[in-house]
């Protein structure tokens, strides 16, 4: 005789409920994922069966909540379905198994409470009290979590990317302030042959004509070799290239990518959640599950996650725009699936372009809703930003209507003309300061638009963009830089297949957080290009102890200082290196004094570092 080991397991814990006379039935929720402060725990559990094409749709007509609590401290997370909870390797579409994912950011023992709803709808309208109430509604339990390892890797010791008011990130575990470099491009980096379900969507022309327009999906091939022993990837070796990508760029110690999740009718249109291009109410398990493997990935090697929520060209997909039911079921979803994660950036959309009314496009209105319902939703208040349009007096019209609003906490600057970045960071962090709520400023995306930063190969010493966008950024009190590629180059931002294309140029982003980190008080200083008479530099400082100034020409210049003694090093922001002499060494102040001649290469760019000397004791 065959027996159903389910059922007889399901009927044993029935009797031993009946025996203690009731039960929460949490001997049935399976906790997985090491027990750790900031390590991701998973709750599964049996519920309903379902499948993604079910009448009873698993993602609108079910609501599955888990609330942790440890003393004050206590987190709503959603849940979601997980099919047969091993869909990344089978590619199931029905099953019966129910996931919540929890980040534990304190130690200690932490109490949980499922809440499970069904019906029309109930996952984003209506008030889940009052819903029915389906098993495994009502579950308690308890996890007892320790602290983290301080090896552990990533973010796993240094803890979760938290904005706090200031102009920029911290890990919530180390404090430690976060300066982001990385990848801008490929925008579609989600559009992988190997992630299921994923194909071109038909809508760009250049790409139509094609024998099999699928052609145009990332394989990043070249970084297959950064793939390692011990590496995740799924069903027989698939996704090493992607995960070699994230290697590769770990390795140039970048920290950050910025990747669209929905480009349906966009320029790509071949990165979308649901289980066809035509669909907007159900998600493919499989392919979501294969994205997480690769966002946990990305926390392991301490790299930022981008998610850019939509286009210009898609921004009415959705509810035609307004925050309904496809809007809330798409950015629930991704909260509950990715929130937990430890750095994440929520982008409100790419090249915002809205206006007080329109029939076309997102209002102001409409865009706060949606920044409004992430910030309800998302139990972990990851960092939201807008991405803005290249021209400035839109730019400026555009972003000067979330100032003061709480639930935008920077603009991700995008500029069609470099020489407008410094003054656009400096404009930014001052009008949002005087609007009582500081934004976090980063330049991710440069013009012109079909350039970019282009390939070593064709700009090997990447000159003006290191002038006039990595350090014109970083010296106005600007929080980092991502790489735009354009389109007219090879690996551009649609095409790239392989990020060494542009090694020099992340050694050089490497080579300026470096410097911040190392040698400035960064987090005290503001820019203060009045205090020197050159009048193409930047000046950064926290006045009377540091003061860097970066010269694109190496020439020497005149800084106004206060009384005291002062040492003067140079550093290299082409190569780096160690900090170096030049001319002069010390100064007096006060008044405005020589910082001398950097120690060589007259005409390359330096950076003046002149730091007040303590008398000794």
């Keep these: 005789m065959k027996y159903n080991k389910s059922l007889i397991i399901a009927l044993l814990s029935v009797l031993v409920c009946a025996s203690a006379g009731s039960c929460k039935r949490s001997d049935e929720v399976q906790v997985s994922g090491e027990l750790k402060q900031w390590h991701t725990v998973t709750l599964t559990f049996n519920g309903p069966q379902a499948g993604e094409y079910d009448t009873l ?127 801008d491009s490929p925008e579609n980096f989600l559009a992988y042959r190997e992630f299921d379900g994923t194909y071109y969507g038909g809508n760009n022309n250049a790409r139509s004509g094609e024998a099999d327009p699928n052609q145009g999906l990332h394989l990043y091939e070249p970084h297959a070799a950064d793939w390692k022993e011990g590496d995740p990837s799924w069903k027989n070796g698939r996704g090493k290239g992607i995960i070699g990508a994230l290697n590769y760029l770990s ?10 999740t929905l480009n349906i009718l966009g320029d790509g249109d071949d990165v979308w959640p649901y289980t066809d291009s035509n669909e907007r109410y159900r998600f493919d398990c499989s392919k979501l599950d294969q994205w997480d493997i690769v966002f946990s990935h990305a926390d392991r090697l301490g790299i930022m996650m981008h998610f850019v929520l939509q286009e210009t060209e898609n921004e009415c997909l959705l509810d035609c725009g307004y925050l309904d039911v496809q809007r809330k079921l798409y950015l629930r979803e991704l909260i509950a699936r990715f929130s937990h994660h430890l750095a994440i950036t929520w982008n409100l959309g790419e090249e915002h372009h809205a206006v007080d009314w329109s029939p076309y496009g997102q209002t102001y209105g409409d865009t706060k809703k949606m920044a409004e319902y992430i910030r309800d939703t998302d139990p972990y208040d990851n960092f939201i930003v807008i991405h803005t349009h290249s021209n400035p007096s839109q730019r400026i019209k555009d972003i000067s209507e979330y100032l003061g609003f709480k639930s935008v906490e920077g603009p991700s600057i995008q500029c069609g003309n470099v020489d407008e970045v410094h003054e656009d960071a ?114 950064f400082a926290k006045t009377g102890e540091t003061y860097a100034v970066y010269l694109p020409e190496g020439k020497s210049t005149e800084i106004l200082l206060p009384s005291g003694e002062f040492s003067v090093s140079w550093f290299n922001p082409r190569t780096g290196g160690e900090l170096m002499t030049g001319t002069i060494g010390r100064i007096a102040g006060a008044g405005y004094r020589s910082t001398g001649n950097p120690p060589g290469e007259p005409g390359k760019d330096w950076v003046c570092l002149i730091r007040h000397l303590q008398p000794s004791l």
């Excluded at 009502?138 to 979590?145: H, K, L, Q, T, V």
């Excluded at 950024?473 to 790239?496: I, Q, T």
């Design 57 to 183: 749709n698993p993602f609108t007509d079910y609501r599955l909540d888990a609330e942790f609590t440890n003393g004050s401290l206590s987190y709503k997370v959603p849940g979601y379905f997980a099919a047969d909870g091993n869909a990344a390797e089978t590619s199931a579409k029905s099953g019966n198994l129910w996931r919540v994912k929890f980040c534990p950011p304190e130690p200690g023992n932490w109490t949980y409470r499922i809440s499970f709803a069904k019906g029309k709808n109930i996952a984003v309208s209506g008030d889940p009290e009052t819903a029915q109430r389906i098993y495994p509604d009502g579950a308690e339990g308890s996890i007892e979590i320790t602290e983290s390892d301080t090896d552990a890797p990533g973010f796993l010791y240094r803890g979760r990317l938290i904005y706090d008011g200031t102009r920029y990130l911290k890990h919530q575990g180390t404090g430690e302030i976060f300066l982001k470099g990385g990848a």
């Design 251 to 260: 390795s140039k110690g970048m920290n950050s990518f910025y990747f669209l």
């Design 426 to 539: 400096i404009r930014w962090i001052k009008k949002s300061g005087d609007a009582m709520h500081q934004w976090v400023v980063c330049i991710d995306e440069i013009g012109q638009h079909w350039k970019g930063a282009l390939p070593d190969s064709f700009d090997p010493g990447h000159d003006t963009i290191r002038h006039k966008v990595l350090w014109a950024n970083l010296m106005a009190g600007g929080a980092g830089v991502e790489w735009y590629f354009g389109y007219k180059y090879p690996h551009s931002d649609l095409s790239c297949e392989d990020w060494r294309s542009r090694d020099i140029l992340w050694d050089q982003t490497r080579t300026a957080l470096d410097f911040f980190h190392k040698h400035l008080p960064f987090n005290e200083m503001t820019s203060a290009d009045e205090l020197t008479r050159a009048t193409d530099d930047y000046c």
